[in-house]
């Protein structure tokens, strides 16, 4: 399984950015996703996640409201959606997908829960 994150760039504050993440193989309505996020120097936190189905999803508190998490199985991409961006969301955004028995409501809320990660996309935004 491959992800590839992309869709970063150089936004200036209160702008919006629209993520993809599409994976490969045909396994995907399998994986519960998640997206993260690391700055320079920071550790690695997590943004948002979606269940298998799409049907439940749950967000970071410095992101909810102003950020909306999707996907399409038939098209093995996903998505995250960000308005209103910060200076402090600049960071090297990564999906990851690992397996989930739960259809509807599962969700994999850690880091170490996900199997397979992109290469990252590159979000700046400048005040």
């Known amino acids: 399984v491959q992800l590839q994150a992309s869709g970063g760039g150089l936004v200036q504050a209160g702008g919006s950015l629209r993520l993809s993440c599409a994976v490969s193989?045909?396994?995907?309505?399998?994986?519960?996703l998640g997206w993260f996020r690391q700055a320079p120097g920071q550790e690695r936190d997590a943004v948002a996640f979606?269940?298998?189905?799409?049907?439940?999803?749950r967000y970071a508190d410095s992101v909810e409201g102003r950020s909306t998490v999707s996907r399409d199985n038939a098209k093995n991409t996903a998505w995250l959606e960000m308005n209103n961006l910060k200076p402090e969301d600049s960071a090297i955004y990564y999906c990851?997908?690992?397996?989930?028995?739960?259809?509807?409501?599962?969700?994999?809320?850690?880091?170490?829960?996900?199997?397979?990660w992109g290469q990252g996309t590159q979000v700046t935004v400048s005040s």
């Open positions: 990851a997908v690992g397996f989930h028995s739960s259809l509807n409501y599962g969700l994999l809320t850690t880091a170490r829960q996900y199997r397979y």
């Open positions: 193989g045909n396994s995907f309505k399998n994986y519960a």
């Open positions: 979606i269940s298998r189905s799409g049907m439940s999803t």
